[in-house]
Antibody
């Protein structure tokens, strides 16, 4: 069964750090680009970051550039998002999603909630 | 960035009746490779998004055939031929022609 399971969310103070994980199963993780997409409470979807299947390229939304770092460990079938210097506006559910050749997010995880608050 | 604008933002529908959602992009979504990378996603209450349609009109695996997508250039439409109770949720269009991928604001489909 193809599955993505996020973890690592929680409540954190502004300026602190958090690392999210996304464990993949049921498919060849090392063959797929992977993304992080977030959704603030009651709001729409915002793309955050992408990493190529082999980790060779990484891109970020302007809103997180310089603060967030995406990475992956293909030997562990796991995607990561290191979030530093967190701000209140980073509060959201964070989803990992598998990218397809047809340029669509074809598989989504259940999401993990990040709350940045003092 | 390409701006995606959906209308309406809310759509009350009677069970068994059709529903239609429009999505307009601020630039043409025709890629240099000839494809148009416009996707539709469904998000049921309390659930993650789910891919419904990719490249304008292709239904993803397991998506019922009451869902259909159409359009070209900058104007696109998602249609539900006969709305069922399980179709309640928010629908997003999303473009992947130009980096970064961008989403519409979402259209809430609810039962009258």
């Amino acid at each position: 069964q193809v599955q993505l399971v996020e973890s690592g969310g929680g409540v954190v103070q502004p300026g602190r750090s958090l690392r999210l994980s996304c464990a993949a199963s049921g498919f060849m993780f090392s063959s797929h680009g992977m993304h992080w997409v977030r959704q603030p409470p009651g709001k729409g979807l915002e793309w955050v970051s992408v990493i190529w299947y082999d980790g060779s390229n990484k891109y970020y939304a302007d809103s997180v550039k310089g603060r967030f770092t995406i990475s992956r460990d293909n030997s562990k079938n796991t995607l990561y998002l290191q979030m530093n210097s967190l701000r209140a506006e980073d509060t959201a559910v964070y989803y990992c999603a598998r990218w397809a050749d047809n340029r669509a997010f074809e598989i989504w995880g259940q999401g993990t909630m990040v709350t940045v608050s003092s | 960035d390409i701006v995606m604008t959906q209308t309406p933002l809310s759509s009350p529908v009677t069970l068994g009746q059709p529903a239609s959602i429009s999505c307009r992009s601020s630039q043409s979504l025709v890629h240099s490779d000839g494809n148009t990378y416009l996707n539709w996603l469904q998000q049921r209450p309390g659930q993650p998004p789910r891919l419904l349609i990719y490249k304008v009109s292709n239904r993803f695996s397991g998506v019922p055939d009451r869902f259909s997508g159409s359009g070209a250039g900058t104007d696109f439409t998602l249609k539900i031929s006969r709305v069922e109770a399980e179709d309640v949720g928010v629908y997003y269009c999303m473009q992947a022609t130009q980096f970064p991928q961008t989403f519409g604001q979402g259209t809430k489909v609810e039962i009258k």
